[in-house]
């Protein structure tokens, strides 16, 4: 398992139909090794702090795996023919991660690099920015269907990361999975 890209953002005004929000979802990846302390990546910026950062969703983690899956609805929906790059950090994560899912682990692991530790605290809930960072309206839906949610992490020793850092999961309680956890919410928000 290794660390394939490292993302940060900063928040920035965004067209929502008729509207102009403030997003920071948009994330750029950094060359450098990125200083994590306990509410998260260094240069990052989390605009609603009522759904996204905080102690227990400092860091946003996805699998590199489920890009395929968008890069192809983005193609359906015509949208590589105008924008053909879609890089890692596109989805909104601080880390693009290759060797694990939302299936294979759990509430309370903890990912251990080189040089902090990160505990796996809650799945991620999309909400509507995310269809405007996709950029097409049923994003939001295709998440819920897929379960390509990628999960938040709580920063348990405080260090840095970089692309290409190795690391290994160390167990928790094992008591449920973050694809499980994911599906029990989306249930209770749908009714």
């Known amino acids: 398992m290794r660390v394939c890209s490292v993302q940060t953002g900063k928040a920035r005004k965004v067209a929502l139909g008729e509207r102009t929000i403030v997003t920071a979802i948009h994330k750029s990846p950094r060359p450098d090794r990125v200083a994590v302390a306990a509410l998260g990546l260094d240069g990052d910026v989390q605009v609603d702090l009522t759904v996204h950062g ?11 795996a489920h890009y395929a ?34 299936t294979q682990v759990w509430i309370g692991d903890r990912l251990v690099f080189p ?19 996709m950029g097409f309206n049923t994003a939001v839906r295709k998440m819920v269907q897929s379960g390509y949610c990628g999960f938040y992490l709580a920063v348990e020793k405080p260090g840095s990361v970089a692309a290409d850092d190795v690391f290994t ?17 989306i249930r209770k928000r749908l009714g």
């Open 69 to 102: 899956f968008w890069k192809a609805l983005r193609a359906e929906a015509g949208l590589d023919a105008i924008d053909a790059d879609f890089p890692y950090g596109s989805v909104g994560e601080n880390l693009t991660l290759h060797g694990v899912l939302e």
């Open 169 to 185: 999961i160390l167990p928790g309680a094992r008591q449920t999975l973050v694809s499980d956890q994911f599906q029990t919410k």
């Open 115 to 133: 040089d902090c530790v990160l505990r796996i605290t809650q799945p991620r809930e999309p909400c509507f920015k995310f269809n405007a960072a």
């Open 54 to 64: 905080g102690l227990e969703k400092a860091v946003y983690a996805y699998p590199a």
